[in-house]
């Protein structure tokens, strides 16, 4: 899925929603033309990827490396520092690194939205406790991704958080899926 790799010379942008890339491909200059490449799912499966590179000496790269930005590779990603638009980072962020979807308890025959945002440790407390002072939103347990101890993540549950947070991300694939659900309890057969 990625989003940004700090290669031998080269920064690349990466994700497999082509739009991110080529926003970021209009949004900063002397940047390398978008491309698509395939890559493997690890599942026997492929995706296409879109990809976008700098310079590793271009302006941007050694700005986002004075607030604090490291290759995924490390361990924990640090919150940005410094002087920059929090909200712009924030709602930027989760639009990038955000699942919506459903989950269906068996026992109770209940069917509910369940927004995942998806991170590091420090990044997804900033956004926790952002989210909750400027969207009036209840703060969330913070919880460990099954399979990466690393990755981190925050879910919601709630049908008036839920769109409350797509709306303010400007989220609108996610908030047509999220209307599409069939949420609420089903009929039981017996």
């Known amino acids: ?31 390398s033309h978008v491309y698509c490449r ?8 492929l995706y ?18 004075d607030m604090g930005w490291t290759p995924i590779r490390h361990q924990n990603r640090v919150y940005p520092e410094g002087d920059f638009d929090h909200e712009i980072f924030i709602s ?16 109770r025959g209940y069917t509910r939205a369940r927004l995942r945002i998806n991170g590091s440790l ?10 909750a002072n400027k969207l009036n939103i209840g703060v969330k347990n913070i919880q460990t991704h099954h399979n990466k101890e690393r990755t ?3 879910q919601y549950t709630s049908k008036t958080e839920i769109p409350i947070i797509l709306t303010y991300i400007k989220a609108y694939d996610s908030i047509e899926k999220f209307r599409a659900f069939k949420l609420g309890f089903k009929k039981m057969s017996r």
């Open 152 to 154: 981190k993540y925050i």
């Open 92 to 107: 930027t962020y989760v639009k990038n690194h955000h699942n919506i979807g459903t989950s269906y308890c068996r026992s």
């Open 1 to 31: 899925m990625g989003c940004g790799s700090h290669l031998i010379n080269a920064f690349t942008v990466r994700n497999i929603n082509r739009s991110i890339v080529e926003r970021f491909h209009y949004l900063v200059d002397q940047n």
């Open 122 to 131: 420090d990044i997804i407390t900033n956004i926790n406790n952002f989210l």
């Open 48 to 65: 296409s990827q879109y990809i976008c590179s700098l310079h590793y000496k271009h302006p941007f790269v050694l700005k986002i490396k």
């Open 38 to 45: 395939e890559q493997s799912d690890g599942k026997g499966g």
